[in-house]
């Protein structure tokens, strides 16, 4: 496929508990879409069918590095931190963090705001809802790198399609081989910068992602609902019914 997109990947294909497959080129996932040469787009409109783009990034972020307009293709940005009121993380301050201990905090205490903080259920009701709508078409979502909102919203995605949770944190894990080269390119800017080795070495665990993230998230869904059916209910605005739909329309048997 001639998808020149960082960290890019369909969910189709993944089986559930229940064996049923994720239809391919329905759920794309990826980092942020800048300067798509034309044969990428091509290829996302006529061999994925897309149809939908939802960016989960700030301002500041598209302002740096929009997205390239494919035509006919409806773009949605849902800033899930905004929602969150959370402060403007750049890299910069990733960089700032005084060891991966406090890289670590952090991240840790995004994932919980993505589950617990109002702001974001609210941005992840309406990403169920775009999800949903979308019958026939595909829809492709990111933030910059696809690795922390990006990549919660794809486990929560797979948790709903009841996918075995060892699947989940393959998906989550390829992220750090995906982004490689990119991350080694931005520790690279960053050390031409002037920034110090301890400081790279914190933005560097920043730009990638671990295991214990997503414990963490799965972890809080358990504690406080039981289940992500009952979550995806009680905060999202995704009933049983809702569910229903959303696995006819994603699943095949």
Do not use: W
């Not at 997109?5 to 990826?30: Q, V």
Request: charged share 30%; net charge negative; proline share 2%.
């Amino acid at each position: 496929m001639n998808v020149k997109i960082t960290n890019f990947r369909d969910l189709g294909g993944i089986k559930n508990k229940e064996g049923k497959m994720i239809k391919p080129k329905k759920l794309l996932r990826s980092g942020h879409l800048v300067n798509l040469d034309k044969k990428t787009q091509t290829t996302l409109i006529e061999s994925f069918n897309l149809t939908r783009i939802i960016d989960f990034r700030r301002e500041f972020e598209i302002s740096e590095s929009p997205d390239t307009p494919i035509e006919d293709v409806e773009y949605v940005n849902l800033d899930l931190l905004g929602k969150m009121n959370a402060k403007n993380s750049s890299l910069a301050d990733f960089a700032k963090l005084k060891s991966i201990e406090a890289v670590d905090k952090h991240m840790l205490g995004v994932y919980e705001d993505l589950i617990l903080n109002p702001g974001a259920q609210e941005g992840f009701t309406e990403f169920m809802a775009y999800i949903l709508a979308n019958k026939n078409g595909s829809t492709i979502f990111h933030c910059f790198a696809g690795k922390d909102r990006t990549g919660y919203a794809s486990a929560l995605l797979l948790l709903l399609l009841n996918v075995e949770k060892e699947e989940i944190y393959k998906d989550f894990l390829v992220t750090n081989e995906e982004r490689k080269q990119a991350n080694d390119e931005l520790v690279q800017q960053f050390r031409e910068q002037g920034f110090s080795e301890e400081q790279l070495e914190s933005l560097a665990t920043a730009l990638y992602v671990k295991e214990d993230y997503l414990d963490h998230a799965f972890h809080l869904i358990e504690k406080h609902f039981g289940t992500a059916e009952n979550y995806a209910a009680e905060c999202l605005d995704f009933d049983k019914e809702k569910l229903e739909e959303f696995r006819h329309i994603y699943l095949i048997d």
